[in-house]
């Protein structure tokens, strides 16, 4: 279901599947979900591949290797229960940009701040979208699609980088992603075919509440716990 949110909106994979993850198989967040992020992102952006704005893309990744050596230091220093409140309060603070709606321009420097954010956030989580879809919310649904994809998968190789240099990932969940795979290519495929019928802001409303229901019950469990 992740995969055909994300092939049909351009966001959604992370979001989705991260709260759940962290409640239902904490061993998929974030390693794993960002390997298979990485793939669908990719799967994407050679999808629409001429619509990819490059000049945003590669501001965009300078932001996200700032951001991501940020969430790795701090994946380093929090014990597990405070590390899962920062979780959950990350996954909310996704929804909360998604929802206000902001008219940014996608300036140099607004996307470089958009990637800093996005890779802290999509380290810690494997959710880093939101951040670029609210500076990249005026472009056409081509290009930003295309240009998400570019920017999410890059990112998340270096995400991926430090984390396995910090000692976080590794080949169990790199065969963890791959066991997975076939149905993340199903979604994606899924999504070829509903494109053009399934309204986008649909997609973002039910993204969005799942998203956010997902992100308190990781903080219920986290707070009985």
Known sequence: MGACLQGVGGIGFAM????????FFPDLVPGPLLAMGCCLSLMGALREREAIAWR??????????????????????????????????????????????????????NVVIAGTVSGFMGT?????????ALVMQHMA???????????????????LSMLALAGRFGLPQLVLAAALAPFLFAGFA?????????????????????????????????AFS
């Open 16 to 23: 989705l599947s991260a709260p759940l993850g962290a409640i």
């Open 56 to 109: 945003i893309a590669g501001f965009a990744l300078i932001g996200r290797a700032l951001g991501g050596a940020a969430a790795v230091l701090t994946m380093a220093w929090l014990a597990p229960g405070p590390l899962g409140v920062l979780f959950s309060v990350s996954i909310l603070a996704a929804v909360a940009l998604s929802l206000l709606g902001w008219r940014l321009l996608p300036t140099s420097p």
């Open 124 to 132: 810690i989580t494997s959710a880093g979208a939101p951040p670029f």
């Open 141 to 159: 649904p081509a290009p930003m699609r295309a240009t998400m994809g570019c920017i999410l998968a890059g990112g998340a190789v270096l995400s």
């Open 190 to 222: 899924l999504s070829n075919r509903l494109r053009g019928h399934v309204s986008p802001g649909a997609v973002r409303r039910l993204l969005l509440g799942l998203c956010a229901a997902g992100a308190l019950g990781v903080l219920g469990r986290t």
